[in-house]
């Protein structure tokens, strides 16, 4: 058959591509190819559709990487798209049935953490010429539902293609999620394997050029002078900067506002880094995880003003961090579900642009002198507790988890970025860590996904070649999902991994302490006479695994041998394995204590002594609680 003049014959997959390659983004007049690539494993379910079409259409069209987890691959889209500024993002395709189920905790991350990747699954025969195929599930009561069902909750937009004309409309949907930095997440567009593979007369139009201008909305004129009267008013007001901040770009007019006004600035775990760790206004993390000079200015704030931040209950120290009677708040974001929180005056709003006209807004203002220099030398304070959590008074003996980081914050410059997501690290990380630049400190605290450094750290190298990315894990997060070892080797994308061994789920065996549940299966061992796993350390030699997989693998011993190593990885042009083993599991941080409560319950009546005591600890806690109306 021949196609109109008009018109371009294709199939679906083959379009599909074509669609992809031509889509841009553009904000401040810097424009960007909207999808940069297309991670795959494929199978009967696209192997033949989106798989034949990659081929046909040449990398130039739509460069492909190949992925040895359907997970991995859109963590490793994610830290594309969170080191691109949510600018430019990666397209994801898998086969029907588990390669497709394997996406369901990706597309989770991604969508909580406002992050676009879009998910192009294999779904079962729309005509159904054989019932069940390979890898259906059957659905006694209902024909239209096949296992991709489950990525609808955890997309900000779903479709399944059943016909080639349906495409036109899915594609532009898709695209406009992507690009709407209040919408974000993952999209996804299931693709029947007989429809990817059905040729249809597309028109023209559809392939044209396009760029998708992402909005920098300004605030509301009456509600920006309700929060300019409000800062005025207030005697000790504290920024809470949120990923918002880095996903508009937003840093610098952050600093101005700061500068300006004095106002001191506390930051999320993806807030973090929003100002440089020694400026003066910069008083570190916040919450159950921050420091103690961000906390307690917290407690005795009188004016919060959320910048870019969902306040998740790490933030707000489960509803019992923001203390003063009659505190309130001011919330500066893109997406109005964020800013009607606490009961705020809200400014819905891009974060930079809000944050320019409220600096505006205040000529003149500026905090008391007296306010500024106590939480200056609060931060002092901070800082000292720091330099002993990095310290090592013995070079040669084995470090602590915080030495750890000690060693590589006397590695790093200003450039290098650090991937964390799960465990004990993101807590000693967003208290301890100094922060030298924008996109240094990227810790995946939405869902603290295990597994998710690793591939992201190659997303991120994707994004920045030229920056070094290190990827912290420890042996629990290693053994979830060490493939993408093979994806960096085979690429050549030169990924630093710090694989601290310390013999179990360290962090929930410190929380299972606290909850009286007394470190119980939180252990890397053999079962002990009693049944538990309180016997020896399991055998395993993690070092040697990531040697297996083609990484180069340096085995430090102490806290001398550690810099040296550090050194030695952050120079060389493969990918390579720092394996250091800290003090065991029950040892393993060395940080200061939590600065602020995080309500993980506990049970309300037990036998065993511990969980008693806890109660009695929890109920302490929850009788601070309060709700911000």
């Known amino acids: 058959m021949n196609s109109r003049p008009d018109t371009r014959r294709l199939t679906v997959a083959q379009a599909l591509v074509e669609f992809l390659s031509r889509q841009h983004t553009e904000r401040d007049g810097q424009r960007q190819r909207l999808i940069g690539a297309c991670w795959g494993i494929f199978g009967h379910g696209n192997v033949a559709g989106i798989g034949q079409?990659?081929?046909?259409?040449?990398?130039?069209?739509?460069?492909?990487?190949?992925?040895?987890?359907e997970q991995a691959m859109v963590h490793a889209a994610v830290g594309y798209a969170r080191q691109s500024g949510r600018m430019s993002a990666h397209a994801v395709t898998t086969s029907i049935g588990p390669g497709a189920t394997n996406l369901v905790t990706g597309a989770a991350l991604a969508t909580v953490n406002r992050l676009p990747v879009l998910l192009l699954p294999g779904d079962i025969f729309a005509t159904r010429p054989a019932d069940p195929v390979l890898q259906q599930l059957e659905v006694p009561y209902a024909g239209d539902i096949s296992v991709n069902d489950c990525l609808r909750p955890v997309s900000r937009y779903f479709d399944r293609v059943v016909r080639p004309e349906a495409l036109i409309p899915a594609a532009l949907q898709a695209m406009r999620v992507l690009t709407d930095p209040a919408e974000t997440g993952a999209v996804t567009?299931?693709?029947?394997?007989d429809v990817q593979a059905e040729a249809f007369d597309w028109p023209e139009e559809f392939f044209a050029e396009r760029v998708w201008h992402v909005r920098r909305a300004?605030?509301?004129?009456?509600?920006?002078?309700?929060?300019?009267?409000?800062?005025?008013?207030?005697?000790?007001?504290?920024?809470?900067?949120?990923?918002?901040v880095h996903h508009s770009g937003a840093e610098d007019a952050l600093k101005e506002l700061a500068e300006a006004t004095g106002i001191p600035v506390a930051s999320t775990q993806a807030g973090k880094g929003s100002l440089r760790h020694d400026h003066p206004a910069?008083?570190?993390?916040?919450g159950h995880t921050g420091t103690a000079v961000a906390d307690d200015l917290a407690r005795e704030a009188d004016l919060v003003i959320g910048v870019g931040t969902r306040y998740t209950d790490f933030t707000t120290a489960s509803g019992t961090l923001f203390a003063t009677p009659g505190v309130r708040f001011v919330n500066l974001n893109i997406a109005s579900f964020d800013a009607h929180k606490m009961g705020a005056t809200s400014l819905v709003a891009d974060a930079r642009t809000g944050l320019e006209a409220l600096t505006a807004a205040l000529p003149g203002h500026h905090v008391d002198a007296v306010y500024e220099a106590e939480y200056r030398t609060g931060k002092a304070r901070w800082e000292q507790a720091v330099?002993?959590?990095?310290?090592?008074?013995?070079?040669?003996?084995r470090p602590s988890q915080t030495q750890v980081l000690g060693a590589l914050d006397a590695v790093v410059g200003d450039e290098d970025v650090i991937i964390n997501a799960a465990?004990?690290?993101?807590?000693?990380?967003?208290k301890l860590w100094r922060a030298r630049s924008p996109r240094q400190y990227h810790l995946e605290y939405g869902y603290s996904c295990m597994g998710y450094e690793i591939p992201a750290a190659i997303g991120v190298r994707l994004a920045a070649p030229?920056?070094?990315?290190?990827?912290?894990?420890?042996?629990?997060?290693?053994?979830m999902m060490p493939t993408e070892i093979v994806t960096a080797v085979q690429e050549g994308i030169n990924i630093n991994l710090v694989l601290i061994q310390n013999h179990g789920y360290a962090s929930i065996g410190g929380l299972s302490e606290g909850t009286g549940g007394e470190r119980f299966g939180t252990a890397y061992r053999f079962r002990g006479a009693d049944g538990t796993y309180t016997g020896d350390p399991l055998p395993v030699d993690l070092a040697a695994n990531a040697a297996s997989l083609g990484m180069a693998v340096i085995r430090a011993g102490s806290v001398r041998e550690l810099r040296e190593a550090l050194a030695v990885a952050r120079a060389s042009d493969h990918p390579t394995c720092v394996y250091v083993e800290t003090e065991t599991a029950d040892t393993v941080s060395g940080a200061p204590p939590a600065q602020a409560w995080w309500d993980v319950p506990v049970a309300q009546t037990a036998t065993r002594p511990a969980a008693v005591k806890a109660r009695e600890e929890y109920e302490r806690h929850a009788a601070g609680r309060r709700r911000h109306l």
């Not at 567009?189 to 394997?193: E, R």
């Not at 509301?220 to 008013?233: C, I, K, Q, W």
């Open 53 to 69: 079409a990659l081929l046909e259409s040449g990398p130039a069209r739509l460069p492909y990487l190949q992925g040895r987890n």
């Open 189 to 193: 567009l299931a693709l029947p394997q």
């Open 218 to 244: 300004a605030p509301d004129p009456e509600a920006l002078a309700g929060a300019a009267r409000a800062v005025r008013s207030a005697a000790r007001p504290l920024i809470v900067a949120g990923g918002g």
């Open 282 to 286: 910069d008083v570190g993390g916040i």
């Open 387 to 397: 330099d002993r959590a990095y310290a090592a008074e013995d070079d040669s003996a």
């Open 423 to 430: 465990g004990s690290l993101p807590g000693d990380l967003h």
């Open 466 to 479: 030229d920056r070094p990315v290190w990827a912290l894990v420890g042996d629990g997060t290693y053994l």
